[in-house]
């Protein structure tokens, strides 16, 4: 059974930083990309960053220049390291795991964490 585990989401104020992680268990993703997802309440879910497992990076245009993604294969950890905070970046951030190259169509993804909350007062 694959398990996806974020951590690191909390309350922070505008113009903070955060960094989330996810610890991916369970078998092992090798050649696997990575990928962060977030929902705001009442929006859809939207792409955030993906890394491949060579570390190739992909962006949505909201957090480039804010937002960096980064693994650690020998751990199978992936992080999301967000400077710049804006209430904005409020969602429920959701890891993500798929074989192969990186996408950032969600439904490209096999594996999902639980989700954690990010709260950016303003």
């Known amino acids: 059974q694959v398990q996806l585990v974020e951590s690191g989401g909390g309350l922070v104020q505008a113009g903070g930083s955060l960094r989330l992680s996810c610890a991916a268990s369970?078998?092992?993703?090798?050649?696997?990309?990575m990928a962060w997802f977030r929902q705001a309440p009442g929006k859809e879910r939207e792409f955030v960053a993906a890394?491949?497992?060579?570390?190739?990076?992909l962006y949505a245009n909201s957090v480039k220049g804010r937002f960096t993604i980064s693994r650690y294969n020998a751990k199978n950890t992936v992080y999301l390291q967000m400077n710049s905070l804006k209430p904005e970046d409020t969602a429920v951030y959701y890891c993500a795991a798929r074989p192969g190259p990186v996408l950032s169509r969600g439904a490209s993804y096999d594996y999902w964490g639980q989700g954690t909350q990010v709260t950016v007062s303003s």
């Open positions: 369970g078998r092992t993703f090798s050649g696997s990309a």
């Open positions: 890394i491949s497992w060579s570390g190739a990076t």
